[in-house]
């Protein structure tokens, strides 16, 4: 299993940005895909989460409204669209398989003006 996530940087209060995350070494459209966030002397959080077909999406209330989570299974990438960004959503931000907990190396998100 590997999955890349790309797409961080930074960005000032109240803009957006689209991460992406592409996955290997696994059958993509079989599984329920993540996206997690660690922001600086915090634990892990789980942001969201879609299931194989895209259809059933969860969101943890601190995003909802502002994050979107999607998939192209034909390019085995998931996404995540982050809008009305906040200096509190600042973090490493992972894409992760939820079935045997497997992460990639996380893209760094800097809100910030």
């Known amino acids: 299993v590997q999955l890349v996530e790309s797409g961080g940087g930074l960005v000032q209060p109240g803009g957006s940005l689209r991460l992406s995350c592409e996955a290997s070494?696994?059958?993509?459209?079989?599984?329920?895909m993540a996206w997690s966030r660690q922001a600086p002397g915090k634990g892990r959080e789980l942001v969201a989460s879609i299931g194989p077909a895209g259809a059933h999406t969860t969101y943890d209330d601190s995003v909802k409204d502002r994050f979107t989570i999607s998939r192209d299974n034909a390019k085995n990438t998931v996404y995540l669209h982050m809008n009305n960004l906040k200096p509190e959503d600042t973090a490493v931000y992972y894409c992760g398989r939820r079935l045997g907990n497997y992460w990639g190396q996380g893209t760094q998100v800097t809100v910030s003006s």
């Open positions: 070494g696994f059958i993509f459209s079989s599984f329920y």
